[in-house]
């Protein structure tokens, strides 16, 4: 079926506009009554078959093995301001409550070297539970994975073993300059402009101001905080020029979506993936001059939990 028109996708960010926003975070379906709405104004959208990511609820329950989902709504970002309505429309907001946890879970990897010549892309899964208040400690568990070959390069030997974990206190943070709890993200502006003064407030700096500014978005892009919030980074995003449309691409997790970018000075680029369907965030990878990934991360899932695990501080770690 040929692509929809932009009036029909239009239609489309619309209802996802104003569509209720669950409690459970991403990846999310959406409800059956948007492609009925959708049918009866005869827009044409292209349908899929296959069924959409089973979707993770708050508490990390899942739906029953078997269910029926409906056919998914899909359609085709055409600019870069096109596909960052859609994810700051995105359903998927969570909404904690004083003194519970949010818990993070998220896949990473980067560019790191072992002496001269011994380039390769480490990999890690970071989980994380923070007090939605700041009020009181929680949790890091960090894994390492197996490392990746840089590309175009052997794996260097003795390398770090995967397997290893590493399970650290996380302290509530004095000083609003450093927070990163779901209370303060609240706290900042629900406009593009006033975000994008957020953006400006990170560090970082030279030449390019620019640059540095899409690096806070990616950052701020994978936080979680309210609706409002959430929507304006990538409202803000939309104001930093120099980004194109990438397309398909693929996150550290294996997941295909939908991505923008930005070439950096250094002529790498910063790209963030959104699902195709839904639009909600996946995570963000970096390519360098030759086109080849050489890191990223792929966020999981967030959710809300009334407890953390049980750790104790660092060596190098006073107690909080």
Known sequence: MADVTRAERAFVTAMRASAPRPRSHRPLIFAAGLATAAAAVAVAVMMTSAPTPTPRVAGGSLPAAGSSAPPAVKIRPVSVAELLDLAAAAPGAINPGP????????????????????????????????????????????????????PGQPLPADLPKAGSVDVRVLCPVKGDVTRRDYAYYGTLPADAQGMLKVFARFPGGGADKNHYLWKAGIELAAAPMPAAQHAAVFQALKLIPGATLVGDAQDTAGRTGTAVGRVGPDGWRRDLIFDPVTFAFLGSRTVNESGAQVGGTAQLSVTVADTAPAAQPGPKQEGC
């Open 99 to 150: 003194g519970q946890f949010v818990v993070t879970e998220s896949l990473m990897s980067d560019m790191a070297e072992l002496g001269e010549g011994g380039r390769f892309l480490y990999a890690m899964k970071v989980t994380t539970w923070v007090a939605s208040d700041n009020s009181k400690p929680g949790v890091s568990r960090t894994e390492q994975l197996e490392p990746r070959p840089y």
